[in-house]
């Protein structure tokens, strides 16, 4: 699984720490188009993606779906604000092709912490950097229009624009499928 | 100071690994309106609030102002891409009033880090939860209007919304000073 070479990029796991924490993980084969978490349920786990791409969407009252984020290839994902509090999730994840999964549950993750302390580092940094990419995205929301946005997005993450619909880019980007169109044939 | 108080919410320091901490804070008081990084300039501290009130923001290629966040008592600020990467900052920081607040410099981050790692699990927690206040203000962007998040921050953060001017909360929610207006007055 390349999680083992991802956590090694930030801290050394000796054997039988690793070995432990193998019996904490899960890997999945999940075929394309799967919902893993419904808006409104508790989320429960935390993904690794191991292989494949996902989306978290939410919808609003009106029926209006917005892409929170994707996930692809060594990304975690999960609607960290539900699974930290245990809360119903203001997103639905769903796999956008079939995908690899390293699961970890919320108990789990709290027995790894506590039992491996070390995996403080590795989780500090991935929601540091996780952080800095959704201040990034704020700031990009208020102080960019859609046209720099787009362009922004498809230099910063090719493989994700390889993989999504126009649809899915432009209700990420919050606007409609036709006004993307428009600003790609300009 | 109230840092230490907010440390012992979430780990537990012995008073030599206390002693060693305190050589790498400083307390500083700092006047109002006084600008703590002006963007384009590195980012070089992460700055926890013990008092008083700050405010980050971006100023875009046509001059138009945008506050990214804000930040009150026990809250911890600081351009955290230009911090993290030791790049030019793409936010300036300013204080609102008068604060006392405790400077944590890139490197003696890095040594704390290294000398206590205990530390790390006091990062992670709150870097875990600034990526969640970040997702959630992007979900709440995408999918609100401008009358439901001008509401939900004042129901949210009620000790901010008292300290600032109706121009920095426009600049906060993205929309004109007149337009903010029209919605109170609604």
Redesign the interface.
């Known amino acids: 699984m390349s999680i083992y070479t991802n956590i090694a990029n930030h801290i050394a796991l000796n054997p039988s720490e690793r070995e432990y924490l193998d019996t904490k993980l899960r890997l999945k084969h999940i075929p394309k188009k799967t919902m893993l978490l419904e808006q409104g349920e508790v989320a429960k786990k935390f993904y690794y993606v191991d292989q494949g791409s996902l989306r978290a969407f939410?919808t609003?009252t009106k029926g209006?779906e917005?892409t929170?984020?994707f996930a692809m290839k060594d990304w975690w994902i999960t609607d960290?604000?539900a699974f930290?509090n245990q809360k119903p999730a203001?997103?639905s994840i769903e796999t956008l092709e079939k995908c690899a999964l390293v699961e970890l549950d919320f108990k789990a993750m709290e027995s790894v912490?506590d039992k491996l302390?070390?995996l403080?580092?590795y989780?500090?940094i991935l929601?540091?950097?996780?952080?800095?990419r959704?201040?990034?995205?704020?700031?990009d929301?208020?102080?960019?229009d859609v046209e720099q946005r787009y362009f922004r997005f498809i230099e910063k993450y090719p493989d994700v624009s390889r993989k999504i619909t126009q649809k899915q880019l432009a209700s990420y980007l919050?606007v409609t499928p036709e006004f993307l169109s428009q600003i790609k044939n300009k």
């Not at 959704?134 to 700031?139: A, G, I, N, T």
């Open positions: 939410n609003n209006k917005s929170i984020m960290m604000y930290m203001l997103v912490l302390p070390k403080e580092r989780f500090r929601f540091q950097r996780a952080y800095v959704e201040q990034l995205r704020v700031l929301n208020i102080s960019s919050g």
